[in-house]
């Protein structure tokens, strides 16, 4: 009967303790997630003076091709003048490989092949937060930049239409200034669920 007593007690403590490990974790503090990595920045593009329009939907990034290339950079929102970041350490070339765009410092080549290159007085300028910059797609982007990349023969004028031109919205998707009323932030629902690396919008 003892025997039987001590083993009836040995199932109850072990029952008891297999509930305690199960629930323990819920009952001790939870250790602080850094915040995801989220950055964005401005740019234009100018092609023999003429804006580049990127506001196209294959330009875009959704639950369907946010992989691979578009995992840590692109754009959203049928907006073509904000680069979402999720990483440190991007360059715009990375960027614009992952839409299918070549840029170095002698070509730009769109998607479909048609390319700008260095010929005599036409050339590829690049400006970053207004200043001249020949880093071209070894550029790493950074919070708020504003870049521009203009491909011709433009006065210095037309260069500064150009830099002024460029949006400064950037900063709303950074929650760095107040949005205007009625911006949706179509992020918070286009990103893949569960995978923090991409899906990291508020």
Do not use: W
């Not at 297999?18 to 001790?28: A, K, N, R």
């Not at 840029?103 to 400006?127: A, E």
């Not at 023969?153 to 009323?181: F, G, L, R, T």
Request: glycine share 6%.
């Amino acid at each position: 009967m003892k025997k039987q007593n001590l083993v009836i007690s040995a199932v109850i403590i072990l029952v008891i303790l297999g509930i305690l490990i199960y629930f323990m974790p819920s009952f001790l503090p939870k250790k602080s997630q850094p915040p995801p990595f989220h950055e964005h920045a401005n740019f234009a593009l100018f092609l023999e003076g003429v804006q580049y329009n990127f506001n196209q939907s294959k330009y875009m990034t959704n639950e369907s091709n946010e992989i691979g290339k578009r995992q840590f950079v692109h754009l959203h929102d049928m907006n073509g003048g904000v680069i979402h970041l999720h990483a440190s350490n991007i360059t715009l070339g990375m960027f614009f490989d992952s839409i299918g765009v070549k840029f170095n410092s002698t070509c730009f080549v769109l998607d479909d092949g048609t390319s700008y290159c260095n010929s005599g007085d036409n050339t590829l300028k690049m400006f970053v937060n207004g200043v001249q910059s020949y880093e071209y797609d070894n550029l790493q982007l950074h919070d708020l930049d504003k870049v521009l990349i203009s491909y011709g023969n433009d006065s210095s004028q037309n260069i500064q239409n150009q830099i002024s031109s460029i949006p400064s919205d950037a900063c709303i998707y950074s929650e760095k200034c107040p949005a205007p009323p009625g911006f949706f932030n179509n992020e918070s629902v286009s990103c893949v669920g569960g995978q923090a690396t991409v899906c990291s919008a508020k």
